[in-house]
C-alpha cells in the first residue's frame, strides 16, 4: 500500500473508535431528493454515506484505499444487515442490488470508472482534480453529483487539512464540472473554508 494511504489507517481506526462521523450535513438534508438507483461514493472512509444511502434500499459501490476503513466499513453494513460484496480496483463495477454495497480497494489516483453506470455520485472531504472528467462520464443522464470538501480558507482556521494541494480556490468548484448542469452551489467561512456542489448530467432523470 502507498505510504499515502497507509496513513489513513491509524485515523480511520481511531474515528472508529470515537464513534465515527456523522453524514455531512449536505447529503442528510438532500437525501430525500437524492436519485435511487446505483450509487458511488468516493473515498468513501469508514463508511457513513454509504450506510445511509444502502439503507434506504439502494445498491451502493463503496471506494476507498484503506483497508482499515473498508473493513470497518463491512462490519457496520452487516450490524445492519445489509450484504457485502469485496472487490478490488482499478475498474470500478457498479452494484445494482438494492442493499448491497460493493466496497472497492483502491488508489484512487488509479481508479478507472465505468461510463454512465451511476444514478448518483458522492465525492466528500476528497480533492483528486484529474479524476472530475471520469466522474462526468460515470453518471447515468440524469444523474446527480454531490461534491463537497474543503477550500484554501481552510487554512485560516486552526484545524483541517493545511496542504493547499488538496484545496479548492475560491470559485473553483463552481466550473469543476462543466459539462453537468449545476443546480446548487455555496462556498462557506464560518469556523472552516468549504464548497458545495450539486450538479446533474443531462437527459433522462433517474
Known amino acids: 500500500m502507498p505510504a499515502n494511504l497507509s496513513k489513513w489507517d491509524p485515523k480511520h481506526r481511531a474515528a472508529a473508535e470515537n464513534g465515527g462521523a456523522e453524514p455531512a450535513s449536505i447529503v442528510r438534508e438532500l437525501l430525500p431528493l437524492l436519485p ?20 434506504r434500499n439502494q445498491p451502493v459501490t463503496a ?9 470497518i466499513l463491512a462490519e457496520r453494513a452487516r450490524a445492519a444487515h445489509l450484504a457485502v460484496d469485496f472487490a478490488a480496483g482499478p475498474e470500478i463495477t ?18 478507472i470508472l465505468p461510463e454512465a453506470s451511476f444514478a448518483l455520485i458522492l465525492c466528500i472531504h476528497y480533492l483528486q482534480r ?9 453518471l447515468f443522464p440524469g444523474g446527480m453529483l454531490v461534491f463537497e470538501t474543503f477550500t484554501r480558507a481552510q487554512l485560516e482556521f486552526a484545524s483541517g487539512p493545511r496542504n493547499p ?42
Do not use: K
Open 94 to 111: 457498479a452494484e445494482t442490488r438494492p442493499r448491497h454495497i460493493r466496497i472497492v480497494r483502491c488508489d484512487l489516483e488509479m481508479a
Open 130 to 138: 484529474s479524476l472530475h472528467p471520469q466522474i462526468e462520464r460515470a
Open 165 to 206: 494541494a488538496f484545496l479548492l480556490e475560491s470559485g473553483e468548484l463552481r466550473s469543476a464540472f462543466p459539462s453537468l448542469e449545476l443546480l446548487f452551489h455555496r462556498e462557506l467561512r464560518a469556523g472552516q473554508g468549504i464548497a458545495t456542489l450539486v450538479a446533474q448530467r443531462a437527459g433522462g432523470r433517474t
Open 36 to 55: 435511487h438507483g446505483p450509487a458511488l461514493d468516493l473515498a468513501c472512509g469508514t463508511g457513513r454515506h454509504a450506510l445511509l444511502l444502502a439503507a
Open 63 to 71: 471506494v476507498d484505499g484503506s483497508n482499515v476503513a473498508l473493513e
